[in-house]
C-alpha cells in the first residue's frame, strides 16, 4: 500500500459526459501528480500541483482540469469525453524534496463508452 | 530538457536468464535515478534508486548503478522469475526542475517456465 488513495477505481461513462477522479496523497506529501496511462501513448504526465499551486504542466488537454485542495487532496476533472480518452488514470504524490520517491496510486480505469 | 531513454520491449526471457534493460538520460545537474515496476493490473511502485553518480541501488535482486560518465542506469538481474513479469520503467528526478519527474516508455518484460 502506497498511501496514495484514488477513486474511484473503476468508471464507464459516455461520450460527451464529465467526470470527476479524486486522489488523497500519502500524508505529509505536498505535491501530486496527475498521469495518464493508455495502451498507445504510454505514461503520459499531465500535472504536478505543489501546496495548491500548479507546478508545472505536461501534456494535459483542454478539456480536462485539476486542482488541489487546501487538505492537500487533488481532483481531475475531465469534461466532453470522447473514447480515447479510456485510459488508466494514475494519481503520486511525494515530499517534492530532492532524491525523494513519488508513490503511485492504483489508478483509476475509466472507459468511455 | 530532462529526459529518459529506455530500451524498448517487449523483452521475453526464460526463467533464471540474466535480465538486462538499458537506461541513459539526459539532465543538467545532478538528477536522482530511479526504476519503478508495474505488475499486471496495479499502479507503479518503486524498485530501486540512486542519489548520486556510482552509488547502486538494489532490491529484490535487482541492481542497478548510477553512472555518469555514460549518463546510464541499467537495471541488471542475475536469474528472472516467472514473478517479475512486469513493466519496468526507468525514471528521474532534479532539482534544477523542480524535483519534476521524468519517465521512460517502459519496458514490458515475460519471463516464461
Known amino acids: 500500500d502506497s498511501g496514495v488513495t484514488q477513486t474511484p477505481k473503476h468508471l464507464i461513462t459516455a461520450t460527451g459526459q464529465r467526470v470527476t477522479l479524486r486522489c488523497s496523497p500519502r500524508?505529509?506529501?505536498?505535491?501530486v501528480y496527475w498521469y495518464q496511462q493508455s495502451l498507445d501513448q504510454g505514461l503520459q504526465f499531465l500535472i504536478q500541483?505543489?501546496?495548491?499551486?500548479?507546478?508545472a504542466k505536461g501534456n494535459i488537454l483542454e478539456r480536462f482540469s485539476a486542482q488541489q485542495f487546501p487538505d492537500l487532496h487533488s481532483e481531475l476533472n475531465l469534461s466532453s469525453l470522447e473514447l480515447g480518452d479510456s485510459a488508466l488514470y494514475f494519481c503520486a504524490s511525494s515530499p517534492d524534496m530532492p532524491g525523494n520517491t513519488i508513490y503511485f496510486g492504483e489508478g483509476s480505469w475509466l472507459t468511455v463508452v | 530538457g530532462d529526459s529518459v531513454t529506455q530500451m524498448e520491449g517487449p523483452v521475453t526471457l526464460s526463467e533464471e536468464a540474466f535480465l538486462t534493460i538499458n537506461c541513459t538520460y539526459t539532465?543538467?545537474?545532478?538528477?536522482?535515478l530511479f526504476w519503478y515496476v508495474q505488475y499486471p493490473g496495479e499502479g507503479l511502485q518503486l524498485l530501486l534508486k540512486?542519489?548520486?553518480?556510482?552509488d547502486k541501488g538494489s532490491n529484490k535482486g535487482f541492481e542497478a548503478t548510477y553512472r555518469k560518465e555514460t549518463t546510464s542506469f541499467h537495471l541488471e538481474k542475475g536469474s528472472v522469475q516467472v514473478s517479475d513479469s512486469a513493466v519496468y520503467f526507468c525514471?528521474?528526478?532534479?532539482?534544477?526542475?523542480?524535483?519534476?519527474?521524468?519517465f521512460g516508455t517502459g519496458t514490458s518484460l515475460t519471463v516464461i517456465p
Open positions: 500524508s505529509g506529501d505536498l505535491s
Open positions: 540512486a542519489t548520486k553518480a556510482d
Open positions: 539532465a543538467t545537474g545532478y538528477p536522482s
Open positions: 500541483y505543489y501546496n495548491g499551486e500548479e507546478r
Open positions: 525514471a528521474l528526478s532534479s532539482p534544477n526542475t523542480g524535483n519534476q519527474f521524468y
